[in-house]
């Protein structure tokens, strides 16, 4: 196995805490990056750094200057970067007029424009390299946007098109730009979901006000019933690590509850993707 150097973003816990554990078990080189290293997340960076092939470092991927710093220290240090997987994300249930334009504005910055600064640091040196593999980590509500989840969907949705034109763009510079797709998983961000901040207009949803809470309940009890392991995702993400460049499939589903419809819409949108490809002349793209 060649060893490949990786940067993971929201590496404290969840499916970024596992890839990171995953990846330098297998001899990875892992630059596991989290907010708050020396506060809330001091003891996740400790046990991180006591496990071999694993470096921390503090970046919020909202500031842009430690996005940049971050990148110049693994080049400084390794010469290239092979992989960045992008986790960091926040999640958020509630009635989505409740959510504000600041409220937004923070989903968008965190789920979207910060793996496009990381993209943005890393992608020239990819380019120099002529090989690099970006994962972004989407979700199958990134196909499906369901009610009450209407606000991260939407994040989900700009993840998902602005992947999907990378990977046609960087593929023929040796870069591979993928997407892993979960379904729901019983990870730390169900202790810390976002809510709209504008509790006034919740009581104009009578009865529908309570159907967040449910939702909530519900994934609960099915987490309970299925037992989906987080695991399955960093297994997925090393899969990708592993497979030739240019073989690496757009959109990887990992699903166990609920799996099948994300996959059928995944075949039927490439098949009729491909054709508009090929009818714009750009049929090249796809191999």
Not at 42 to 70: F, M, R, S
Not at 78 to 106: C, K, M, P, Q, Y
Not at 110 to 115: I, L, R, S
């Amino acid at each position: 196995m060649e060893k490949k150097v990786i940067l993971i973003t929201g590496t404290n816990s969840g499916f970024g805490w596992l890839t990171a554990n995953t990846c330098a078990t297998l001899g990875h080189k892992v630059y596991a990056t989290m907010r708050e290293t020396k506060g809330r997340n001091a003891e996740k960076a400790k046990a991180l750094v006591q496990q071999e092939n694993i470096e921390v470092l503090e970046v919020d991927v909202t500031n842009g200057k430690q996005v940049t710093d971050a990148i110049a220290t693994i080049i400084k240090k390794e010469g290239r970067i092979d992989v960045v997987v992008n986790n960091a994300g926040i999640s958020a249930v509630g009635i989505a007029e409740s959510f504000t334009e600041d409220d937004l504005d923070r989903m968008l910055n965190v789920a979207v424009t910060g793996p496009w600064r990381i993209i943005r640091a890393a992608l020239p040196y990819m380019r120099k390299q002529g090989e690099g593999l970006i994962v972004n980590i989407s979700s199958v509500g990134g196909r499906f946007s369901f009610p009450f989840t209407t606000v991260y969907n939407g994040a989900k949705f700009a993840v998902e098109g602005l992947t999907e034109g990378l990977h046609y763009e960087v593929k023929p510079l040796g870069v591979d730009a993928v997407m892993i797709q979960p379904g729901p998983f019983p990870t730390e961000v169900w202790g810390k979901v976002a809510t709209g901040s504008d509790t006034t207009v919740v009581a104009g949803y009578g009865d529908l006000a309570k159907v967040p809470e449910q939702i909530i309940a519900g994934f609960k009890q099915m987490f309970e019933n299925l037992k989906p392991n987080p695991q399955l995702v960093a297994d997925a993400i090393v899969k990708l690590i592993d497979t030739p460049k240019g073989k690496r499939p757009l959109r990887t589903v990992v699903d166990p509850a609920s799996g099948s419809f994300a996959e059928i819409a995944n075949k039927t949108v490439k098949e009729q993707y491909e054709s508009y490809l090929t009818a714009f002349g750009m049929k090249e793209m796809l191999s």
